[in-house]
């Protein structure tokens, strides 16, 4: 996230912009097709990253002289990755299975086999770790 904080006049100037979503105190949230946009710009006529946001209506000054770059550089990758689809859809949040497992919904039955696998796995675990701290003190 940025060091930028923006007031609340500036958060208005930069929501009247098209190519603005969403604008809080700490971050700009752009349009799908700008991002698009941005990066067909940058690999079909070479324009550097400013000119990019610049000429979509933006003051580089206000948002920060290295905010267009860091984007673009983003949005090139996902962009590589994902094509454009991976543009047009908002994924921050989702993660490849991490988090606090999903226990609620489960049976009666479903929950003892999770928590017999937890029981195990930290059984292992003290074990290996009684067997590497024997292994300091020889």
């Not at 098209?18 to 990066?39: D, H, P, Q």
């Not at 948002?63 to 984007?71: F, L, R, T, W």
């Not at 094509?83 to 490849?96: C, I, N, P, V």
């Given at each position: 996230?940025?060091?930028i904080?923006f007031?609340d006049?500036?958060?208005k100037?930069l929501s ?5 979503v ?8 752009y ?16 324009y ?23 984007c ?33 919904g489960l ?13 195990a ?10 067997k ?6 020889e």
């Amino acid at each position: 996230m940025s060091k930028i904080m923006f007031t609340d006049k500036q958060i208005k100037e930069l929501s009247k912009n098209k190519n603005v979503v969403k604008c809080s105190s700490r971050s700009i949230g752009y349009s799908c097709e700008f991002k698009i946009r941005a990066v067909k710009l940058y690999y079909e006529k070479g324009y550097s990253p400013n000119r990019i946001f610049k000429e979509a209506g933006f003051d580089v000054l206000l948002i920060g002289k290295d905010k267009p770059g860091d984007c673009l550089i983003r949005w090139r990758r996902k962009y590589q990755s994902k094509g454009k689809a991976g543009l047009l859809k908002d994924d921050r949040g989702k993660s490849k299975g991490g988090g606090r497992p999903k226990t609620k919904g489960l049976s009666d039955k479903e929950r003892i086999e999770y928590l017999e696998a937890k029981v195990a796995y930290l059984k292992a675990e003290n074990d290996f770790l009684t067997k590497l701290r024997a292994g300091k003190k020889e």
